[in-house]
């Protein structure tokens, strides 16, 4: 049974850095893609970047290219987003998830995506 557990969520300024968490569970292999989304208020899920875990080739949204960072930890079956120069509009509930049934190209789609994480607050604000 697939888990995934997000942490590192919290308050920070403009300008400043968070580092989110996403501790996987239950994957019986290496071949499998986890995706961080985020969820405004009043606002669709929206896909931030994803890794393939085996290959580590990675996916960003245009909005967060050159400021957050995705990376994994392959012992410790974890997820890391590495975020700087956080702005207010990246004030979301952020969420990591995985697919069921993963084709190699991991992309930012949230329907393609089964598993999900109970989501950790991330408020950008001074």
């Known amino acids: 049974q697939v888990q995934l557990v997000e942490s590192g969520g919290g308050l920070v300024q403009p300008g400043g850095s968070l580092r989110l968490s996403c501790a996987a569970s239950?994957?019986?292999?290496?071949?499998?893609?986890i995706g961080w989304f985020r969820q405004a208020p009043g606002k669709e899920r929206e896909g931030v970047s994803c890794?393939?875990?085996?290959?580590?080739?990675?996916y960003y949204t245009e909005s967060v290219k050159g400021r957050f960072t995705i990376s994994r930890d392959k012992a410790k079956n974890t997820v890391y987003l590495q975020m700087n120069s956080l702005k207010p509009e990246d004030t979301a509930v952020y969420y990591c998830?995985?697919?069921?049934?993963?084709?190699?190209?991991?992309?930012?789609?949230?329907?393609?995506?089964?598993?999900w994480g109970q989501g950790t607050q991330v408020t950008v604000s001074s």
């Open positions: 890794i393939d875990i085996s290959h580590g080739s990675t």
């Open positions: 239950g994957f019986t292999s290496d071949y499998y893609a």
């Open positions: 998830a995985a697919p069921k049934a993963y084709g190699g190209s991991c992309t930012g789609l949230p329907y393609l995506y089964d598993y």
